[in-house]
């Protein structure tokens, strides 16, 4: 965390709107992405989205910086979110994401999301949702495994080895596939 | 893209050496999963929209009900009763409060919920809560220069009669005679003037926190005392710079000083050189102290800064200069007794280079009453021709000596004065529809310089009260 943000958090802190602003300015963009990486629709990430930020502000003061990095608390209020939309709109209480959903089931997805994801998604939908998770925060939301860490809970060696097995996993499912696949073409 | 799937694969092959030999395989699957990346389709628009609900919600939780939000409300419990609403008329200044466009509130209101009507306003927005007529009793002016209520701290007070009269039996020349002479036609209301009277008092003092009955704890039981009620609450800043802060509750106010005590000891026999900023200097170290402390503007207009130096003798610069803030009520500007525009005032020293006073924050809640207005233009002249609320000395023929001056057009204004109601013991602030004449024409006289501004209220009563007054002979005070 920078001197600069651990200001602009401090400034949030005593009320000053236009620094919370300016934190908003600097996570808005990762937010979204890594809501919509766990929706696939569009609308549902903005609504996801502006809860996480109404929620962030309203809890801006509680925050310590002692206890963690400004990302990692975000970020762990944007996850229990959409944890808490999947969880409210469907009985399943193990639902996470969207990719614990079937792809038929009755839930908005974007169109070209789905026709883009269609050659990965069975497999990745194999994945534990941890590895899934984890995985998919250091290849689509470029996180490092440091930060993956403190959002998830977990130790940093823990998460390079859960995106091990993942990919383990992957090679015998994907890359089966992608060898078939380019044997083809 | 490829710098990002080597060192993915550089992180997993640290960990497990053995990843080394399956680098090819391993490139071909990273790559594959960042192939299919979606496009999230991230829009600029949502962005905007999204900042500017956080910054209101922001806005809403810098500003909670504070004492004076609650405060409003005590007075007018039956706004939300119903049966005695009657012509209950409430407006904020529509060009202060622009979200809430003149609410009057009715009969088919009344479900108006407290917390709403909390909600729609902030702690010192105007409110008007209109009775029947009259209700005030009579309109005394007793004439006095001090704005009152804010618990002293005036640095600069307009001249007045008073202060005139403390000089006069000592002068050595023979004072002149001005007259304020208005040609063009006044617009006097047609209808019965709307007369204001604040509310302030001992209904407005608070329930005694729980904890504060503990202060005392052990030197007298504040329990034993029946109905007992928090007058004022006083702080103190004990840095180096602090100020002292005032919250008196029957005022409805909030005074600031810069504690005396705490200032750097200057050498009276050598008085700091003063040097005069510009007014932007001035505004902004005004506005931005007021920004700091988020002090509440909602009522209030353009500043402006008192430089009454410039009429007195010499023309000497103080050391502390006073920015006012007008308080508004429905798009006028309110001035006091001696022209003067009446508000929120900042007092900033000029060696400090610094805020050093604020007072006259407070609570803006009126009654309403209506009061019959002067018909009679000439009466109005007559009285604006005298010098208005003050009224220059009588001369005798052979020592007058006339200077004539034009007035401009005046400017509709509200008249903030201090009255006496004899059945409660307790002075009244009371705010009537005046005209306020500036003085146009030039004149120089260092030491008895005519007056800048011409107040004349329109109340009928008022007026005819003016006319009974007899002017002083001068001969008296020599």
Redesign the interface.
Known sequence: MSSSETELIRSSQS?D?DA??KL??LY??KI??FI??KT?H?ET??DL??QT??KA?EKIRTFKTERGSFNSWIYQIARNIVTDHYRSSKTNLNIDDIWDLHNDDDVER?A??RL??E??HSY?QKLKPEQREI??L???N?LS?KEIAEIVGKSE?NC??I??RA?GK??TD??IA?ILLFSHS | MKNHIDQIIDELCHLDPQLEKKRPELRKMVAEILKHQPNTKFDEAFKKKLYRQLMEKAAATENPSSFFTSLFMKPLPSLFSGAVLGAVLMFATTQYLPLYTQPTLTDSEETIEKDDYIASYGPNDVIINGIGPGAFGPLSMSVRSQSGGGGGGMANPAPTADSKMMIAPDMPYRPTHYEYNYTGELNLPSEPLEVLKRIRGKELLQDLPSGVRQLAAGLIDLSAFDNIKLNSLDMLQTNADGFSININFSEGSVNIFKQYDYRPYTDPQQPPRITLPSDEELFSLANNFINRHNISMESYGTPEINKYWEQSPGNEVPQQITVVYPLMINGKAVYDQGGTKYGINLNIDLVEKTVVSVWNIRSNQFNASSYPAVADQEKVLAIAKRGGLFPDYYFSEEEKTTVPLELSTPEEAYLNFYTFNQQTGQSEEVLVPSLIFTVTTEHKDDQFPPRQKIVVPLAKEIIEEMEKQTPMPVDILR
């Open positions: 009320g709107s919370f602003g908003y300015e808005v963009r979204y992405d919509y990486y696939h569009k990430a903005e989205t502006s930020f109404f502000l974007d070209d999301t883009q994801l050659k990965v990745l995985l998919l250091r290849l689509w470029d495994f060696a390079k080895m995106v091990h990919l992957l090679q994907l890359l992608l």
